[in-house]
């Protein structure tokens, strides 16, 4: 146990720091001298240069490299070029969007997706089952920026039902804010509630062709209490596995639904950046992405080890 | 027990067709491939021109699924997106698949590669696929390949994961152990021992990335940073129909109607072949 | 809508988003984009414009009919006999945000930063002699040839000759400092600006109050233009600029708002790249010229004719400038002509590069339109599709373009259009139109400049510095009843009221 979490650590590590030189590399690949592009096209050869010895573009690539290490380490992904200011304030100021959107589409798609799972499971091949798998998929199969659009231009524009759009002004306080997340949590818990169904139903296929549940059934224990005990007990296995897996759908599909919502949060800064062409932010966006994956991968993998006793490593 | 799966078994394609849900789906996608791939080519829809005064004419007779911004036919542009649109998707496949194998392959056989090779692919996997996919194409611009490449290396690592594993369980059954006590060379124990047995996983996982490079082709295309506009697809149809929402929403209906129907075909064929393949691997992927 | 469902309407967006929107006191616009800055000198970009001019002030300002009234300047300068003086006298009792009262010095280190940076500013810096201050409250700008349109470019709020206390004056100004009727009170990037009544206001005398009715103006980025159109019409914003002319029914048959149409806003260029490339030759230029399609090109891109003209004149019916001088030549659209160019040109098939953008949609389908009927007459035409950050890029470059398309409001003076100057980034440097340009705008009798802008325009058409596609509508919507915003390329929002 203990040599397997060490294992696990040091794994991480090795992880983030490929994190980091896959993210120094993209950025370095784009074409255009970042110091002339900062400029702007008034600037003179000479601000160019002395921009250049600032910033260290002037180094051996290795240094840039080392330095570039040392700073992420010591917590500073470098200056935005829009805002002029350090990307981990400009990072922070979005965080709060997104986090509760992926964390209120993960509920929304966790209430809805895992009833419905362990339902279908347990009625294996019914009418029930092919209808809530194949609706499942269809959800999975239409771009979410239609469903958004839809969503906003009936539910909030013509109903009324949601705001639609944006996160608020000034005066907004956090329950305010967060009512601007309703319609967009709901878009994207739809998409993700397809692979979670997906998940429980298949997790629960197996537990009721586990020994146990046979032998429970066969001692005469009635359907529902069969699927309750069984069900609500392992329950918990699929949910962390899919917190999980779903982690990365949920931060891609935030880039789209932010965007269609105009929530001020990391996916719209980040599609912003790429049209701004603010690589540290694009960089320092994708670091710290990839960085929470990695920890949260390692958080559902530890959950994992305390609450799945039959989980061997 | 992949290799007895992998064997493939007498009854695979039975037990394929035997799942009507999986039939439709692969008729349904033939027909859509079908469509885009040969009606254009045989010249019996032809793009036409622009005629701009027939903007926006609702779907009739003379324009079946109605007329865009500029008076070009939806149905032809439809088919020369959709060849587009099935490109990316395929190509993508294929790419992260060739990619993905090359990787797994390595890191499964030669034991002090697999520990860097593994960690590679956490890191990769470590991004989501929109943001990555943007950040490339912002970096190397929007055209067709670079979205292909910039999916494809998103996608590649879920493939290596897969063939590692397998190849880390082939690579020690007897026939392979006895094949290299023979003496036989690696790349050729790879080639005809490992990889003709892991086939049938990646061809799952190939089919399912399919689905998933086309969804992320069109949401790309929604943020501005897909594919340049000179070759249409359909998320760039979907995207441009947007402003017509209320004047013309057969503009987006078709497009939308083509990801949707191909995404979902896709899916179901993957899910068929899985199971047909063997339902124990369902859980693993 | 029922009544019933109003209802539902209130009490949810009340529960939901606070019910900002009840909050009369304040007025949230839709802009496109965020504002990169706040110093309005360095940038020419209208966000910039819409925002900045709440607070910070010029000397000068237009009023609705585009004429020059003092806003800062206590009155019309006095301008020697020579052309080459004006006197400007300052407003007295004029204070800052900061609290501290604007004097000659404030404005003479403002106007000499604004000669430095700003890229109206620095285009005629060579023609001032010296700003200097010659009272507590006068100015005199002394120049080295006379240039009428100077009046224009100190009223204009697009790199604008903003004035700033002249402590904080220093090449980069981190946090600017204004006279305006509002302040800057809060931003927060890519969510909004806000700003606040600036209770220290004193009204200006010669431009039109500043009621400073609003006690909040909020500025809100939206990107996406369906986002909003959809804040707009669920009543988020009071105001929404920039709106796709396809929602014009649907707003206008919204309770909640009504479209506002800037009728003509503008015109559609073709760029054209006169420092290299195929362009340099006047019979490929005159060939393209007589290829476009101008008709079908506002057609494809504004869909309905109650939002374009097809009208030559590079000012439209009505203002002071419009003439017919030249304009022959516009919308001949035959191909067949633009053959017979060609031909003369000895043209090799290189490709005409066509960059452009879908920033705004309608650039991109003029252009496609374009490119079909170029292709029709002869040309081999490379379209270059990119995203505005690459196009401001590209478009510096002049090895990387033949044609970029782009578009301008209806400007004021016609000295403010930059393309007709050779310096710009399309370098075009005909002698004969410099000659003209000099002339106007040295020339200080109006009558005699109608003259001679008529003559600006003939040579635009005979040696094709530039296409202008045609006149455009811009579209814009306010809340329903929101009475107090003038129609402009640059609304304003100091007076604006929201009936209850």
New interface residues.
Partial sequence: MTSYLLRRLVGMIVVIFLVLTIAFILVRLAPGDPAALMLGPDATPEEVVALRARLGLDQPIVAQYLSFLGNVLRGDLGQSLFFNLPVTDVLASRAEPTIFLALFSLIFALVIATPIGIYAAYRHGSAVDQTSISSAMLAASVPSFLTGLIFQRYLATDLGWFPASGYGGPDADFLDRMGYLILPSITLGITNSALILRFTRASMLDILGEDYVRTARAKGMSETRVILRHALKNAGIPIITVVGLTFALLVSGAVVTERVFNLPGLGNLVVNAVLRRDYPVIQGTLIVVATLYVLVNLLTDLLYLTVDKRVKY | MAASSAAAPPGFSRILLSRP?TVVALAVFVVIAAACLFLPALGLVAPG??S??S??TPPGPEYWMGAD???RDVLARLLIAGRASLTIGLGVAVVSSVIGIAIGLVAGFFRQLDAPLS??I???????????A???V???G?TMLNVILALSIVYAPRIGRIVRASTLVIRELPYVEAARALGTRTPTIMWTHVLRNIMSPILVQATFIF?YAM?AE??LS????GV???TPTW?IM?NEG??????AFFL?LFP?LG???S??SL??VGDGLRDALDPKL??DT | MSNKLNLLNLSTAAILAGSPLLAAGTIDVAIIGEPDTFDPMVSTKDVVSIVTQHFVETLYTFDESWSVVPLLAAAMPEIGEDGLTYTIPLREGVTFHDGSSMDSADVVASVERWLDVASRGMAIADRVESVEATGPSEVTVTLTEPYAPLLSLFAFSNSAAAIYPEEIVAPQIETVIGTGPYRLEAHEPDRYTQLVRFEDYTQPEGAAAREQIPDEIRFVPVPDTNTRVEGLLSGQFAFADSLPTEAFDRIEESDAAEPVLLEPFGWPIFAVNHKQGLLTDLDIRKAVQAALPYDDMLFAAFGDDRFFQTEGALYPEGWTWHTEAGTELYNINDQEEAAGYLEEADYDGTPLRILTSRQYEFHYQMAEVAQMALEMAGFTVEMAVVDWATLAQNRDNPELWDIYITHAPFLPEPALISTLFATSREGWDNPKKNEILDRFTSESDPEARLEIFAELQEIAYEDVGFIKVGNFNALQGQARGMTGVAPSPWPTFWNAEIAQ
């Fill in positions: 849900s021109g622009m701009v005064r903007r926006l911004a500029f008076g960690r590679l956490d890191a990769m996997m470590a991004f989501p696929d929109i943001l990555l943007l950040s490339l912002a970096i190397f929007g689905a969804l069109a949401g929604f943020l501005g940073v340049d506009p000179s998320g979907v947007r402003q017509f929402i209320d004047n987006i939308g990801i949707a129907l995404v979902l899916q179901l369902a859980k």
